[in-house]
């Protein structure tokens, strides 16, 4: 069964380094998105990708972050500079639009660790 | 703004158990609703879609239905097993960009 597939699985940085977080999407999906998850919290939607442009962002993704498909399977997050506030769990998901009822698939996460 | 709330937070029962979990969200001009699993430092598992002009879904023992002028949805397990104790979390599809905003879970666990 396809299936979105995040690396690494965990991260561990140091504040004010930069990393980046790789995601393949389910090959025939159109719709590349990243959420994240504090401990304890809620999933919150940072970005949503279509057509190799983003297509809408929250206030969370400010500046520090970038979303790049650097080939035809590859959906990337970069953070410029870490924040010990950025320690989260990030999750990938992907979708194929039909109707605009559609179902959102995520990765298993991958868990980022600012010290 | 679209609020989703889950209720219960936590929720214990024995084994064989039905049970109901619910979801609430603000603003009833959804394009979806859809329930996912969590289970401890995992991923999403999605579990049902319902598309906003549907009133129900079923997989099976999973049922879920949606009340979109109230801004409801419950999700219905039948006959709980210890295997079903994991977090599920309620999420609506909102706009054109298809992104999801969540509720906060409902933490399930069922005793053996």
């Known amino acids: 069964e396809p299936e979105v597939t995040q690396t690494p699985s965990h991260q561990v940085t140091q504040m004010g380094q930069e990393v980046i977080l790789r995601c393949v999407p389910i090959s025939n999906h159109l719709y590349f998105y990243w959420y994240r998850q504090i401990l304890g919290q809620k999933v919150e939607f940072l970005v949503s990708?279509?057509?190799?442009?983003?297509?809408?962002k929250s206030e969370i993704f400010d500046d520090q972050f970038s979303v790049e498909r650097p080939d035809g399977s590859n959906f990337t997050l970069k953070i410029r500079s870490t924040k010990l506030e950025d320690s989260a769990m990030y999750f990938c998901a992907s979708s194929e639009p039909q109707e605009m009822n559609t179902e959102a698939f995520f990765g298993q996460g991958t868990r980022l660790t600012v010290v | 703004k679209q609020e989703v709330t889950q209720i219960p937070a936590a929720l214990s029962v024995p084994e064989g158990e039905n049970l109901v979990l619910n979801c609430s969200f603000t603003?009833?001009?959804?394009?979806?609703l859809q329930w996912f699993r969590q289970d401890p430092g995992k991923g999403l598992t999605s579990l049902l879609l319902i598309q906003s002009s549907q009133r129900e879904q079923t997989s099976g023992r999973l049922n879920a239905s949606l009340d979109k002028s109230s801004g409801r949805s419950t999700l219905y397990i039948a006959a709980s097993q210890p295997g079903d104790s994991a977090t599920y979390l309620c999420a609506v599809n909102v706009d054109s960009s298809y992104k999801l905003i969540f509720g906060s879970g409902t933490r399930l666990l069922v005793r053996p």
């Open positions: 990708f279509y057509n190799n442009e983003i297509s809408e």
């Open positions: 603003d009833s001009a959804i394009y979806n």
